[in-house]
């Protein structure tokens, strides 16, 4: 049985930092694209970042380029959320993902994607 967990969430000033982690089990983590969502109060989930299983290949949300960092330790079963220069708006529950395909490709639709961690909050005050 798959499992993701999510660490790293908290409350922070807008312009700080986190690092958000999410540990597999359960799979051959290093055969699957990774992908990190996320859901606001009363907004539907939205993608945020996905890696594919080499980690060379990586696609960011245009909310988020420049300020997040997705990255992947196939050695430690790991898949990491860096993000910087936090606004207000990226307040949400932020959750990982893996798809239903092992494979070569990533994604970044919420569909392609078989199992969810349980979520991270992060909070941003201004």
């Known amino acids: 049985q798959v499992h993701l967990i999510e660490s790293g969430g908290g409350l922070v000033l807008a312009g700080g930092s986190l690092r958000l982690s999410c540990a597999a089990s359960?799979?051959?983590?290093?055969?699957?694209?990774m992908g990190w969502f996320r859901q606001a109060p009363g907004k539907e989930r939205e993608f945020v970042a996905t890696?594919?299983?080499?980690?060379?290949?990586?696609s960011y949300a245009d909310s988020v380029k420049g300020r997040f960092t997705i990255s992947r330790d196939n050695a430690k079963n790991t898949v990491y959320l860096r993000m910087n220069s936090l606004k207000p708006e990226d307040t949400a529950v932020y959750y990982c993902?893996?798809?239903?395909?092992?494979?070569?490709?990533?994604?970044?639709?919420?569909?392609?994607?078989?199992?969810w961690g349980q979520g991270t909050q992060v909070t941003v005050s201004s």
């Open positions: 890696i594919s299983r080499s980690g060379g290949s990586i």
């Open positions: 993902a893996a798809p239903r395909y092992s494979g070569s490709s990533y994604y970044t639709s919420a569909d392609e994607y078989r199992v």
């Open positions: 359960g799979l051959t983590f290093s055969s699957y694209a």
